[in-house]
């Protein structure tokens, strides 16, 4: 009978259920590193059937929903500084409703899915009971809707409901240059009487019926959320409201801006839907300005972001000792798992990203220059080089559809990019998305509730390397980038393979004759061991 009585209990339910394994020498079993871009609000998202089971018992919230005044006291913030109803001021008495993408349309209530609906009645609810609370949210959208089982187990159910609890985030803080958010943080569970008898603080009896029959609520205490939130509007216009040029961080450089501060509950018994929890650049969205993630780093002096699942950058690195020119290898060390990313993997994603585009479209390349200099010489991509060198026929080079057919083929995969002209006139692709690495980082948590993190994720190695990386440089160039180049006629006659990191990769067919041409015969001596930051084209 873990279950029964919640607060203190509940919170030592998390510590024995989510034991880590705190040997700092275990290697990674699996492993991998990407860039794709998960921050759309599902990735962190578990399936959970008691949700769902929980919708027809809040039925009756039906009749508040379409008869109750409360819809009118919220407004809707949007990621690129809109909001509806317009130009909404009272902030005395109202709720704001911050949602992760932009503003394309004028949105009103009732154009929102019926659950969602249904979710912002239950925050609605919740803050108008629990007046400590600055803000709330729900989980992330579901991603399975499996059939609910009614009968289940209360212990099953209990831990489903905290299996969702921490699918998401919950808790966050800054340590020297490192942003670490967890999905770690008390849950407690509460009735909502009324504004004088509860403040959520006391230890409520958990009792599974009042549970079932959404008397009883249960909700983790947070500072963060992941995904949309509904805020009290004084709190929210305190902190300084949304802010622009942040691109897919808006929500979170907000709550970097709050500093920890805000009390924010995550409830358990509401989720959002895919449609609200969508997330796109705001004011930056199809723009070629690519500098968010650093513009966020470089305000708040992140370098890295530390979440659940994975560990992401705000700018990748070129040092020599960091990053030798040797064909990739996957780290395994937890060490160096930490580390910061070599902007030749950065590179490498997208010349892979970008080649696999092309080649689904039918279109044909060629690898050229420095990139294929490195292909011969190191099978590596040169870790100080700044681009990714790519030839096209004239046709192809000179449509701005060949560009967009790529940005949107990639965006299906959930790799985020933007292609087009950028710079004098010339065709480039950038990568809109951080370099991350997916690895389970509670081994370098001392258990759950820790969110400073061991010695692993500050070694002396990695103060090193990160050493002349603060600030965050917002120049595009340190973000690397893709050039593409029109293909002399020749270069289209006939092929090679080049093998960049174990992977092949489309190249001229006369490849000592053209580098010979581009660099001179010595070209196999490297010219540069690498300057510590910066590239090279
Ligand atoms: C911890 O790691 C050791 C060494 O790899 C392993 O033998 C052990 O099973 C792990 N324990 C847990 C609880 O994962
Ligand atoms: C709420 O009531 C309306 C009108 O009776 C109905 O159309 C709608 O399906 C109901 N929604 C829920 C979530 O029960
Ligand atoms: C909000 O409250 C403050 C202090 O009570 C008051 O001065 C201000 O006029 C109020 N704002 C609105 C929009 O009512
Ligand atoms: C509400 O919280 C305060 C502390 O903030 C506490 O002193 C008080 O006892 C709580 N009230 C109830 C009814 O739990
Ligand atoms: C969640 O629980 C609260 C508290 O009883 C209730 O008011 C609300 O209707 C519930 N919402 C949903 C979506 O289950
Ligand atoms: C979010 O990412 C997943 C894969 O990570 C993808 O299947 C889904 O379509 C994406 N959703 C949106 C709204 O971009
Ligand atoms: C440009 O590319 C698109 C396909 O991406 C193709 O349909 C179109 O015919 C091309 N235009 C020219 C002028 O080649
Ligand atoms: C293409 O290359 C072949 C040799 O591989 C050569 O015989 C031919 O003349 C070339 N054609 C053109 C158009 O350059």
């Known amino acids: ?35 794709l871009d998960k921050r759309n609000g599902t990735s962190d998202s578990v399936a959970s059937d008691y949700v769902n089971d929980l919708r027809s018992w809040v039925a009756s919230l039906n009749a508040s929903l379409y008869t109750g005044e409360w819809q009118n006291t919220f407004s809707f913030i949007y990621s690129n500084g809109g909001s509806s109803p317009p130009g909404v001021t009272d902030e ?54 499996k059939r609910a089982d009614h009968e289940l187990h209360q212990e099953k159910l209990y831990n489903q409901m905290k299996d969702s609890l921490e699918s998401s985030w919950c808790r966050f803080i800054t340590k020297k240059w490192s942003l670490h958010i967890k999905n770690t943080g008390p849950v407690l569970n509460t009735r909502l009487e009324s504004k004088t008898s509860t403040n959520g603080s006391s230890p409520n009896k958990f009792s ?14 947070c500072n963060i959320a992941q995904g949309p939130f509904v805020m009290r509007g004084d709190v929210f216009h305190r902190i300084g409201g949304l802010h622009n040029g942040f691109g897919r961080m808006a929500l ?14 995550k409830l358990s018994n509401c989720s959002w839907t895919h449609e609200i929890a969508r997330v796109d650049r705001g004011t930056l969205e199809g ?45 395994t060390e937890l060490s160096s798992v930490a580390a910061p990313i070599c902007c030749g993997i950065v590179l490498f994603q997208m010349l892979k990203d970008i080649t696999w585009a092309l080649t689904q479209l039918g279109v044909d390349y060629r690898v050229i220059y420095g990139t294929l200099l490195g292909a011969v010489r190191s099978q590596t991509v040169i870790p100080w080089t700044c681009d990714v060198d790519i030839a096209l026929t004239k046709a192809d080079y000179g449509n701005s559809s060949t560009y967009s057919s790529i940005a949107e083929l990639l965006r299906t995969k959930g790799s985020h990019y933007y292609l087009g002209i950028s710079y004098m006139g010339m065709p480039r692709g950038h990568m809109l998305m951080a370099p991350y690495i997916e690895v389970d980082t509670t081994l370098f948590f001392d258990g759950p509730d820790d969110l400073e993190g061991n010695n692993l994720l500050f070694s002396s190695d990695i103060e090193e390397a990160i050493q002349g990386m603060l600030p965050v440089s917002s120049g595009w ?39 010979t041409n581009w660099y001179g015969k010595d070209y196999l001596q490297p010219a540069h061991r690498g300057e510590w930051f910066g590239c090279l084209d």
């Open 287 to 331: 723009s070629n300005d690519v500098t968010e993630y650093a513009a966020f780093g470089n305000k708040f002096n992140i370098l890295r972001i530390v979440t659940n699942n994975r560990i992401e950058w705000t700018t990748c690195v070129s040092n020599w000792k960091l990053c030798p020119e040797k064909p990739y290898v996957k780290p």
């Open 1 to 35: 009978m873990l279950l029964l009585l919640c607060s203190g209990i509940c919170h030592l339910l998390i510590l024995v259920f989510s034991s880590t394994n705190s040997s700092n020498s275990v290697l990674l079993q699996t492993f991998s590193l990407t860039t």
């Open 252 to 265: 979170l450089e907000f709550f970097v801006r709050s500093k920890g501060e805000l009390k924010i509950a």
């Open 477 to 515: 160039r340190e973000r690397r980038y893709v050039d593409f180049y029109i293909s002399p006629s020749v270069w289209l006659n006939g092929s090679a393979l080049a093998v960049i990191n174990n992977e092949q990769f489309v190249t001229l067919k006369d490849i000592d004759y053209e580098l």
């Open 92 to 145: 005395n008495n109202s709720y704001v409703m911050v949602l992760p993408f932009s503003k394309t349309e004028e949105k009103a209530f009732n154009d929102l899915a019926e659950d969602d609906k249904l979710s912002l009645l239950t925050l609605y609810e919740f803050l108008d009971v629990m007046v400590r609370f600055d803000g709330a949210t729900c989980l992330q959208p579901l991603t399975e809707h």
């Open 208 to 221: 599974f019926s009042d549970f079932a029959n959404g008397i009883l609520i249960v909700y983790q205490v």
